[in-house]
């Protein structure tokens, strides 16, 4: 299984972004997947989930802000609207066929998820 994201930037406060993670190589019938961020000096951190039927769960950091959805099961976005300078981050989409459910932000750990991408930087300047 690869995961790739794209649409890491620089921006400035206020701007948006959009991240996208591509699955491939998977057979499994359902695919869960979550977007983590890892900002210097922190722990990594789940920011937002989305489950097969579309509900989805944000950090409050970001609720509000970050709006997660799906294409298909091969493709999740991330839209980042009013982006703070405390966003900026190393971004993971992270995906496993069984995680824990239900899949919410304040119960997820990355230990869930057996399968991550390379990360795509996102960089917000005041």
């Known amino acids: 299984v690869q995961l790739v994201e794209s649409g890491g930037d620089s921006v400035q406060a206020g701007g948006s972004l959009k991240l996208s993670c591509t699955a491939s190589?998977?057979?499994?019938?359902?695919?869960?997947v979550g977007w983590f961020r890892q900002r210097p000096g922190h722990v990594r951190e789940g920011v937002a989930t989305i489950e097969n039927d579309g509900t989805t769960s944000y950090a409050d950091s970001v609720k509000g802000r970050f709006t997660i959805s799906q294409d298909n099961a091969k493709n999740t976005h991330l839209q980042m609207n009013s982006l703070k300078p405390e966003d900026t981050a190393m971004y993971y989409c992270?995906?496993?066929?069984?995680?824990?459910?239900?899949?919410?932000?304040?119960?997820?750990?990355?230990?869930?998820?057996?399968?991550w991408g390379q990360g795509t930087q996102v960089t917000v300047s005041a």
């Open positions: 992270a995906a496993d066929p069984d995680p824990p459910r239900p899949l919410t932000v304040s119960t997820i750990h990355e230990t869930d998820f057996d399968y």
């Open positions: 190589g998977y057979t499994y019938s359902e695919f869960y």
